[in-house]
């Protein structure tokens, strides 16, 4: 009895070290926005991926960007675009400006195909709406307390002549609680919480973006309750 005692807490024990070497690896590429170090490697030609325990890494090659996502969940890199004058054209002949490209596809909000489907300036607006919009719920925590973080939200802005989400250190910090995309934010300000109020999207925004991949992020139907 006693030596069986002894391999079930060596089972345990290993067990215990697996998977928290596999939550150190994930929260090191989370945070750190780094691949995986435990992980299968397929590489094809707009990306790289990396299969983990649990979950996928996709390094995308055009703008040396990392996404994590479940294995349920849909990721699309953006293809190398050329740019005439700061502005793309579709195939349906509607001008897209640089900036408002970037915002659409470096986060893999929406695909190449989807992009190329676009009509008029409008159907451009509308997306650059739902992925701007996505891309403030983001952000970066700067120290966890007991039952809610400290985190910073990030501005979409030029970065050596390209655009991407930054993150000020020096700017207006948050207290964050909640899970899935049901979030509540307050100001953080002499060391204390203001008052929470939770991130919501609007009426156009909940129809619309089921018209982009983010209808396969987990969670993402809290932002419309």
Avoid: H
């Avoid at 004058?85 to 640089?98: A, H, L, M, S, W």
């Avoid at 695909?111 to 996505?134: G, H, L, P, R, Y």
């Avoid at 403030?136 to 655009?163: G, M, Q, W």
Wanted: glycine share 4%; hydrophobic share 35%; proline share 1%.
């Amino acid at each position: 009895m006693k030596k069986l005692l002894k391999y079930l807490i060596i089972i345990f024990i290993s067990i215990l070290v697996i998977f928290s070497i596999i939550y150190i690896d994930y929260f090191n590429a989370k945070t750190n926005n780094t691949n995986p170090k435990i992980s299968i490697t397929v590489e094809s030609e707009n990306s790289i991926l990396y299969k983990a325990f649990f979950y996928k890494v996709y390094f995308c090659r055009t703008n040396k960007k990392y996404i994590i996502a479940d294995y349920d969940e849909e990721v699309v890199c953006p293809n190398n675009y050329e740019y005439q004058n700061e502005i793309y054209t579709n195939r349906e002949g509607v001008k897209i400006t640089k900036e408002k490209l970037q915002i659409l596809t470096n986060d893999g909000v929406y695909t190449s195909e989807m992009i190329e489907s676009f009509k008029t300036e409008k159907d451009v607006e509308n997306a650059v709406m739902i992925a701007k919009d996505f891309g403030n719920t983001r952000f970066k925590v700067i120290n966890e307390e007991d039952d809610y973080n400290i985190v910073l939200f990030p501005v979409f802005e030029n970065v050596n002549d390209n655009y991407d989400w930054v993150y000020d250190e020096e700017g207006q910090e948050y207290c964050l609680k909640g899970d899935n995309y049901n979030y509540q934010k307050a100001k953080y300000e002499n060391e204390k919480c203001g008052k929470y109020e939770k991130i919501k999207m609007s009426e156009e925004w909940c129809e619309a973006y089921k018209n982009s991949t983010l209808i396969y992020v987990k969670g993402i139907e809290n932002l419309c309750k």
